[in-house]
């Protein structure tokens, strides 16, 4: 079984020399141990008792009869353990690091999700821990702080350049190329130099496997179309790849933060040019001379000014439409959701149901929408309650 | 022959001395008071950084000078004009990051370093495996393309680096990113015997080197020594721009003595 390196012109391995051995050496034990029936079986049985899965895809009723149209249904990643579908591809990639023998892990993270994840995994294997997360973020996603040191992982702030998850993931790699030999770098989505995009992919590939089985369980047709909101992208590919050969319409929606006019935003592909950031080609948010812009975005999750470069092949292809929705639209359908189905949704899940929201009128009765409801939104009330002045 | 082979070739001294400074930095006309210091100094060539917003392959102090560098408003053309008022006294290697290159045009780029006279071009995160095409366009501007090979390269990859070498080969020391080290690692002579055993290219090596004593006993093994983050530190430390360049020429000067 071959790993992609590039998805049409994307993709590749822009890094340092230094880890790309490291790379070669990753790329082989996936391709071992994916054909391996005892590390599916450990596979298998951590996403079954550890993270919780299946994942239920729930009929929303009533958010479908609020837009006057469609079916809805939405796959309920929020449920899964930690409350998001990041520790989908951290266990997996724990499981490859044990198997590989290191013995530190590291990650990055923008909105804790991904790094909550990696310490929860780690934690799990007992391996020590770190994740580098943007001063403004540790700011705004106080809760998962907590979380990753009550998991005994050591949060490194980073300081440097728009002190986001971007900044983060720098500071990771530099990490990564300074401790290759015994560190293993979990990286949160399906961007970075090959083979992260297609091993994040694989272990998110879940997602859409179950939705596919669960929607056809209880429609017995395909969706009409799939939505999920788009930062790096795994979340959507996760869902998106048991579809890309069906007759199912796909869309990723981006943050267009306080609008794609207003230079605040992270829509990478919408506003983007082609560029390398993160040891990939795709799209990127960037200035005539390739220096990378800042991203904006109430969702930390979406504060990215790349996004994986699968995505960008997908966008190229036609085969999946990309859209945004601004921090007010999301903030209104994370306002919605809570109240019509009782579902508070992480910010970044939300973008995904305000696009639905805003469209509402594509859509006819007969249509039958899945949208990806990445994680929970426990970590975004205080945020929210402050934007949305319940709180001072 | 290109003038870094030429260069190399018919050095009188152990080693080529080459510093480091990030273009512009601390501003455009300061650095150009740097490039006389480091002649002053002894160098034998200059390698100059185009600042880039997110330099994955450099330490905290090179990333301050970057930063600082940008702040200032500096571009990659700024850098160019820095090289071509330089080139032409000794040579000049400009350090690039990939996006830098591809945003400006690679041919575009090539084009503009060439006819600022500018010798080489190390771009740190393109490795040999995705540089073909760079390779083929520097060659056909007479730029040498100069890769790097890390301590972790595996016999294999130092061949497949070897193969396309021009120039020299940049022998990072350690596993890291740059910044200066109280010591080189002791596995150095061995991992440039095992360069050495399969090319004939000049060596030279970067990252970590911060004293007169870690330069000889770098010279004593390679054909040329880098010296980058120390300089800069120097710089930031000084505060003044006439203190700053009177120390690093001091300190090259003391380095060059020793890899003579
Ligand atoms: C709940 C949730 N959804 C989505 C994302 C965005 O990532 P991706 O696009 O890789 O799914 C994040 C990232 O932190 C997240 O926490």
């Known amino acids: 079984m071959s790993t992609p390196v590039r998805f049409g012109p994307y993709g590749g391995r822009y890094v340092p020399e230094t880890v790309i051995p490291a790379l070669d050496e990753l790329t082989a034990a996936y391709e071992r141990l994916r054909g391996d029936p005892g590390f599916q079986a450990q596979l298998a049985e951590l996403l079954k008792n550890f993270v919780g899965r299946p994942t239920p895809l729930y009929l929303a009723e009533r958010l479908g009869a609020r837009l006057g149209g469609p079916r809805v249904y939405l796959k309920r990643e929020d449920l899964a353990h930690t409350g998001a579908h990041k520790i989908n591809n951290t266990v997996g990639q724990l499981l490859l690091a044990v198997e590989m023998g290191k013995r530190r892990i590291i990650a990055e993270t923008g909105a804790g999700q991904h790094g909550v994840a990696t310490a929860t995994s780690a934690a799990l294997f007992g391996l020590p821990c770190a994740i580098y997360m943007g001063e403004k973020d540790i700011a705004r996603q106080e809760l998962n702080v907590v979380r990753m040191k009550l998991l005994g992982a050591e949060v490194i702030p980073v300081a440097s350049g728009s002190r986001t998850l971007k900044d983060a993931m720098n500071d990771a790699i530099r990490d990564w190329v300074t401790n290759v030999s015994d560190t293993y770098y979990v990286i949160g989505s399906v961007a970075g130099p090959a083979p992260y995009p297609a091993i994040v992919r694989y272990f998110q590939s879940v997602i859409g496997h179950e939705a596919r089985e669960q929607i056809l369980a209880a429609e017995n047709r395909f969706p009409t179309e799939l939505i999920a909101c788009v930062g790096g992208g795994s979340n959507a590919m996760g869902l998106f790849s048991a579809f890309l050969d069906e007759d199912v319409r796909l869309t990723g929606v981006e943050a267009a933060g306080e609008g794609l006019d207003t230079g605040k935003h992270g829509a990478s592909i919408e506003r983007g040019r082609r560029g390398v950031l993160h040891g990939s080609l795709s799209y990127v948010l960037q200035d005539a001379y390739g220096q990378i812009l800042e991203a904006h975005s109430i969702s930390a999750g979406l504060d990215y000014p790349g996004v994986g470069p699968e995505h960008s092949f997908l966008h190229d292809e036609g085969r999946v439409r990309y859209d945004s929705v601004t921090d007010r639209e999301a903030l209104n359908a994370f306002t919605l959701l809570s109240g019509v189905e009782g579902i508070i949704p992480a910010l970044e899940s939300a973008h995904a149901i305000a696009y639905l929201v805003k469209h509402a009128d594509r859509f006819s009765r007969d249509d039958l929408v899945i949208v990806n409801l990445s994680g929970r939104g426990d970590k975004d009330v205080h945020q929210a309650a402050r934007v949305l002045g319940m709180i001072s | ?260």
């Open chain 2, 1 to 260: 022959m290109s003038r870094l082979e030429q260069l190399f070739r018919e050095r009188q001294k152990k080693s080529l001395l080459m510093p480091y400074i990030t273009g512009g930095y601390p501003t455009v006309h300061e650095c150009r008071h740097l490039l006389e210091a480091f002649i002053a100094g002894g160098a034998d060539m200059i390698e100059m950084g185009v600042p880039f917003s997110d330099p994955l392959a450099d330490g905290p102090v090179v990333q301050a000078s970057t930063q600082k560098a940008l702040d200032e408003g500096v571009t990659p053309d700024d850098v160019l004009a820095i090289a071509a008022g330089f080139s032409g006294r000794l040579p000049v290697v400009l350090l690039v990051y990939y996006n830098c290159v591809f945003a400006y045009g690679q041919e575009r780029f090539a084009a503009a370093a060439a006819a600022a006279g500018v010798a080489g071009l190390i771009v740190p995160d393109l490795p040999v495996d995705e540089a073909d095409e760079f390779i083929n366009i520097c060659r056909s501007r007479g730029l040498d393309p100069v890769l790097l090979v890390a301590p972790t390269s595996t016999a294999e990859r130092i061949r497949m680096i070897a193969a396309q070498a021009s120039g020299f080969i940049y022998c990072v020391s350690v596993a890291g990113v740059t910044g200066a080290r109280t010591s080189l690692s002791d596995q150095l002579p061995d991992f440039l015997g095992r360069v050495r055993a399969v090319t004939s290219a000049p060596l030279a090596v970067g990252f970590g080197v911060s004293t007169p004593e870690q330069a000889a006993m770098v010279a004593e093994h390679a054909d040329g020594v880098i010296i980058g983050s120390k300089l800069i530190s120097m710089v930031a430390d000084a505060g003044d721009i006439d203190i700053a360049v009177k120390a690093v020429e001091s300190f090259l000067s003391q380095v060059n003595e020793v890899i003579k």
